[in-house]
């Protein structure tokens, strides 16, 4: 069965930086895109990033130049830096796989899902 576990998320002060691992277990998802997407409490789901096998990422414009994804293949993990983070950045924050090998902003298009970790960020 596959499980994707989230973890890192915490409490951090506007301007603070936060790393998230996702550790995926059951298969091998080097060859998959990888992503994090974040909902905050009233708001829908909303992509943040992805990348796929060959270090290929795609950012939403809300967190790029902040944000960095990558992954460790040889973990079966991916992460997610996230630096000068603003009190518009706290969210639940969930990792998902996809069984294709792209990169994709479509929550639809990612087919295992972590149950999420909470980053709160004080103003």
């Known amino acids: 069965q596959v499980q994707l576990v989230e973890s890192g998320g915490g409490l951090v002060q506007a301007g603070g930086s936060l790393r998230l691992s996702c550790a995926a277990s059951g298969r091998t998802f080097s060859w998959n895109g990888m992503g994090w997407f974040r909902q905050a409490p009233g708001k829908e789901r909303e992509f943040v990033a992805a990348?796929?096998?060959?270090?290929?990422?795609d950012y939403a414009d809300s967190v790029k130049g902040r944000f960095t994804i990558s992954r460790d293949n040889a973990k079966n993990t991916v992460y997610l830096q996230m630096n000068s983070l603003q009190p518009e950045d706290a969210a639940t924050y969930y990792c998902?796989?996809?069984?294709?090998?792209?990169?994709?902003?479509?929550?639809?298009?990612?087919?295992?899902w972590g149950q999420g970790t909470q980053v709160t960020v004080s103003s």
């Open positions: 990348i796929v096998w060959a270090g290929i990422a």
């Open positions: 998902a796989a996809s069984n294709r090998g792209a990169v994709s902003r479509r929550g639809d298009d990612y087919n295992y």
